[in-house]
């Protein structure tokens, strides 16, 4: 096996060499009465979530995060700015804000997802007045209350208005009726005509066996010892001696739950911080030693010292066996429901894009 240079990559081979990343969000805003609003700290202006429950707060600037309003596109004659685009990115991915910037890697995608979907929330409202679509008063002026309170002071609040918008209120109003009027075709559109019934979850079910069977698997809780990569004779043997003393106390538990408090308390794999447990892990993706141990238990039994890895020790609790075969329509009834949902969801505001895209006028600024 491939070793690695710390324990927190050592023990996914524990479980499995997979690792997925699911990044980005659904190709629509849905921003119910939250702009994303813009919070200042310091000299720079920083952006906060379109979540309607967003607290607004500063957060240190860096390069990647200056934005000045200037115009990056035009839709129809509607100027859209560096700052709406920072919004969007940030909405595309949250954890720069803790970063304090965006993966080099990623920025180019997530720039242009950004572009696409401030472009499209932009046609979505050109579509709304020209439809005549209103906000009945007190909507919008509930709206305004719950964006406001948002904040966590009226100071800030009152900064925010001052600096992006001009200290203008009108103008804020007219920014939060934007959303939403953006949200209220969108529930026309696309909301309203997601229908899946019981019948269309089961019909998809039977027409698609292929999607459904899964690989045999094993879920199970581990302990693990992971002595230094360049480990002494004498480590090498204290942990052999810590992973002896810990066997009969593993051995001593009587449950899931003992087991993975003793995980919590010992383990030195990053599983520790879920009681140990791994879930269901594919036959294919374990280590050999870990296949032939957990392949000879039954479901609740712990297993003796396994050395997974050279060096590398682990005590394993199998939760569970499961066999290669087609996953049961009433186990996966519901998210498979969910799942159809999302994907109509997704059709038809790429149908909706497609069709507010056909005789657009959009041109980078």
């Not at 060499?17 to 720079?44: H, I």
């Not at 995060?65 to 919004?87: E, I, K, M, S, Y």
């Not at 007190?138 to 600096?163: D, H, I, K, T």
């Not at 010292?305 to 199998?318: V, W």
């Amino acid at each position: 096996m491939n070793h690695q240079d710390t324990k927190a990559q050592r023990k996914v081979e524990v479980r499995s060499q997979e690792s997925e990343v699911r990044r980005g969000r659904p190709f629509s805003c849905l921003l119910a009465l939250c702009l994303g609003a813009l919070v200042v700290c310091t000299a720079s202006a920083q952006v906060a979530s379109h979540d309607t429950h967003y607290v607004p707060q500063a957060f240190s600037a860096t390069a990647k995060f200056q934005a000045t309003g200037r115009p990056v596109v035009r839709v129809n004659g509607a100027v859209l700015t560096d700052r709406d685009l920072l919004r969007e990115m940030l909405t595309i991915f949250p954890y720069a804000r803790i970063h304090n910037g965006f993966p080099q890697a990623m920025e180019a995608d997530i720039r242009a997802g950004a572009m696409k979907m401030m472009i499209f929330e932009e046609l979505v409202y050109q579509e709304a007045k020209r439809r005549h679509v209103t906000i009945p008063p007190a909507q919008l002026a509930g709206a305004m209350m719950e964006f406001r309170q948002q904040f966590p002071s009226p100071q800030e609040y009152q900064q925010f208005v001052q600096v992006e918008l001009q200290g203008s209120q009108k103008l804020l109003r007219a920014k939060v009726e934007r959303s939403l009027l953006i949200d209220k075709l969108l529930k026309q559109e696309v909301t309203d005509r997601v229908v899946v019934s019981a019948a269309d979850v089961k019909a998809y079910y039977d027409q698609h066996p292929e999607r459904f069977r899964i690989a045999e698997s094993f879920s199970f809780q581990s302990i693990s010892f992971l002595p230094p990569r360049n480990a002494t004779a004498a480590q090498l043997q204290e942990a052999r001696q810590r992973a002896a003393k810990v066997l009969r106390q593993a051995k001593a538990t009587k449950s899931y739950e003992e087991f993975g408090l003793l995980a919590e308390r010992i383990s030195e794999d990053d599983f520790r911080v879920m009681m140990g447990d791994h879930r269901a892990a594919e036959r294919s993706k374990l280590p050999p030693a870990v296949v032939t141990a957990l392949a000879a238990m039954q479901p609740g039994q712990v297993s003796d010292i396994i050395e997974f890895a050279a060096n590398d020790f682990t005590i394993l609790r199998l939760n569970a066996h499961l066999p290669a075969g087609l996953q049961k329509f009433e186990t996966i009834q519901g998210g498979l429901g969910e799942q159809l949902k999302k994907e109509k969801t997704e059709q038809l505001r790429r149908a909706l894009a497609t069709k507010l895209s056909k005789n657009a006028k959009i041109e980078k600024a």
